[in-house]
């Protein structure tokens, strides 16, 4: 390893999350210290330290690594830590259980001096060793996550949960990166996409192989595996909320428009007011989804939570509560307006018998516009109260109980 007194110096820092791995740990760091020697690049040796309690702090120093210990638990707590303690402009991370190759690190170190903000290591081009990753996770979790991924963020990487990967390090702490379990990977990748302008993202074929420990990996496969799945569509409300809210919408508004004038016939199978009833449901899950849509994109950009586009910020500006309101307010009169011209018509039949499906046929199209105009008039209000100006707080504010 090249040493250095100044911290400032530092070229690389090679970050291990550790949690009680000394049956590899010390592997792990004699091969990150043998790739700074050959290499001969200015560079450290980390490791987040994650509560510990069979000796890996003692064994790390006694290498020369340097240990920092993180305050909270988890994969993301400790990577976080790291990341903040580092002294390297660039950060190579890895878990410490010897199954990622620390002994050919420059294909990162290159895309990273080349101006990359996050290089991704791909296993499934470098090769995976038989037995270093579960048939679960590599045929149908990995694959599945990382298409899911691609389609949603297009960040262009074929491992989205790869634990090997380098980075600008004062780039990846303006993503102000959050999650301390697992799905801190996602996290990475997505606010990476996501950044304006997208960070500069590449990928480099990397290795695995079967890890050394003999106790079981932290990673629980459908636990974690949902919590990575949840994490991508919490950062997707186009496909958590909109692309399905659209369909559903438009499917039950046009088919309860087409029924309002009379049953149809399909292949021989009736459609009527029955199919109406369903539609309308349809019409309205569609549309409150879409209002979800709309109160999470306000509340997420307001907090920062989210980044806004230019298009967005538009259509933002011109929209106020009262425009909603007003929307609101016309959709629920057009259909107390239904309702009233129906009980006009019963009158003139001196309210009597009527024929069940035809007044169903009419009260669909009436509840259907009184729900939509309710649900938006709230949904105004609401967002009223994410977009009300507020002052920022005092740094000196105390608030007294």
Same mark, same amino acid.
């Given at each position: 390893m =090249?040493?250095?007194n100044d911290?400032?110096?530092?070229?690389l820092t090679?970050?291990?999350?550790?949690?009680?791995?000394a049956?590899?740990l010390?592997?792990?760091?004699?091969?990150?210290?043998g790739?700074?020697e050959?290499s001969?690049i200015?560079?450290?040796v980390?490791?987040?330290?994650?509560?510990?309690t069979?000796g890996?702090? @003692?064994i790390?120093?006694r !290498?020369?690594a340097r240990?920092s210990h993180?305050?909270?638990?988890?994969?993301?707590a400790?990577?976080?830590?790291?990341?903040?303690?580092?002294?390297? /402009?660039?950060?190579?991370?890895g878990?410490?259980d010897?199954s990622? &190759?620390?002994?050919?690190?420059?294909p990162? %170190?290159?895309?990273l001096?080349?101006?990359a903000? !996050?290089v991704?290591?791909?296993?499934?081009?470098?090769?995976?060793?038989?037995g270093?990753m579960?048939?679960?996770?590599?045929y149908? *979790?990995?694959?599945?996550?990382?298409g899911i991924g691609?389609?949603?963020? /297009? $960040?262009?990487? *074929?491992d989205f949960?790869?634990g090997?990967?380098?980075?600008?390090?004062? #780039?990846?702490? &303006?993503?102000?990166?959050?999650t301390?379990?697992?799905?801190?990977?996602s996290?990475m990748?997505?606010k990476?996409?996501?950044?304006?302008?997208?960070?500069?993202?590449?990928?480099v074929p990397?290795?695995?192989?079967?890890?050394? /420990?003999?106790r079981? $990996?932290?990673?629980?496969s459908?636990?974690?595996g949902w #919590?990575?799945?949840r994490?991508?569509?919490?950062?997707a409300? /186009?496909w958590?909320? %909109?692309?399905?809210g659209?369909?559903a919408?438009?499917?039950?508004?046009i088919?309860?428009?087409i029924?309002?004038? *009379?049953?149809?016939?399909?292949?021989?199978?009736?459609?009527? %007011?029955?199919t109406?009833?369903?539609a309308?449901a349809?019409?309205?899950?569609?549309?409150q989804s !879409?209002?979800f849509f709309?109160?999470?994109?306000?509340?997420? =950009?307001?907090?920062a939570f989210l $980044?806004?586009?230019?298009?967005? #910020?538009s259509?933002?500006?011109?929209?106020?509560?009262?425009? *909603?309101? !007003?929307?609101g307010l +016309?959709?629920f009169?057009?259909?107390v307006g239904?309702g009233? +011209?129906q009980?006009? #018509?019963w009158?003139?039949?001196?309210?009597?018998?009527?024929d +069940?499906?035809?007044?169903v046929?009419?009260?669909?199209?009436?509840a259907?516009g009184?729900?939509?105009?309710? @649900?938006?008039?709230m949904m105004?209000?609401?967002s009223?109260v994410? =977009? =009300?100006p507020?002052?920022?707080q005092?740094?000196?504010? %105390?608030?007294?109980s």
């Amino acid at each position: 390893m =090249t040493a250095t007194n100044d911290a400032a110096e530092l070229e690389l820092t090679i970050l291990m999350p550790c949690l009680n791995e000394a049956e590899t740990l010390e592997v792990c760091i004699r091969k990150a210290q043998g790739f700074l020697e050959r290499s001969g690049i200015a560079g450290e040796v980390l490791i987040s330290d994650n509560g510990s309690t069979d000796g890996s702090q @003692q064994i790390a120093q006694r !290498l020369g690594a340097r240990v920092s210990h993180a305050p909270r638990r988890g994969y993301g707590a400790a990577l976080i830590n790291g990341i903040e303690n580092a002294h390297g /402009r660039y950060i190579i991370m890895g878990d410490a259980d010897d199954s990622y &190759d620390f002994e050919n690190l420059q294909p990162f %170190v290159d895309r990273l001096r080349d101006g990359a903000d !996050l290089v991704m290591g791909n296993r499934f081009r470098g090769g995976i060793a038989p037995g270093a990753m579960p048939p679960l996770h590599k045929y149908l *979790g990995n694959p599945v996550l990382s298409g899911i991924g691609q389609l949603f963020f /297009r $960040p262009n990487i *074929g491992d989205f949960h790869c634990g090997l990967r380098g980075f600008n390090r004062d #780039r990846i702490r &303006d993503l102000d990166l959050q999650t301390t379990g697992m799905e801190f990977a996602s996290e990475m990748v997505v606010k990476s996409t996501l950044a304006r302008p997208k960070y500069r993202i590449e990928e480099v074929p990397t290795t695995l192989k079967k890890d050394g /420990r003999s106790r079981p $990996p932290h990673l629980r496969s459908w636990h974690d595996g949902w #919590r990575h799945l949840r994490f991508l569509l919490i950062f997707a409300p /186009r496909w958590l909320f %909109v692309y399905p809210g659209l369909v559903a919408f438009f499917l039950g508004a046009i088919a309860v428009g087409i029924l309002s004038f *009379g049953g149809v016939q399909i292949g021989g199978i009736g459609f009527d %007011v029955t199919t109406m009833v369903y539609a309308s449901a349809l019409c309205v899950i569609g549309y409150q989804s !879409l209002l979800f849509f709309w109160l999470t994109k306000l509340y997420a =950009t307001q907090e920062a939570f989210l $980044p806004t586009s230019p298009q967005y #910020r538009s259509i933002v500006s011109s929209w106020t509560a009262e425009r *909603g309101l !007003l929307i609101g307010l +016309a959709l629920f009169v057009v259909g107390v307006g239904i309702g009233v +011209a129906q009980v006009i #018509r019963w009158g003139s039949l001196d309210f009597g018998p009527q024929d +069940a499906a035809e007044v169903v046929r009419i009260a669909i199209p009436s509840a259907l516009g009184m729900m939509l105009g309710f @649900q938006t008039i709230m949904m105004s209000f609401f967002s009223g109260v994410l =977009t =009300t100006p507020r002052r920022e707080q005092r740094p000196d504010a %105390v608030i007294e109980s």
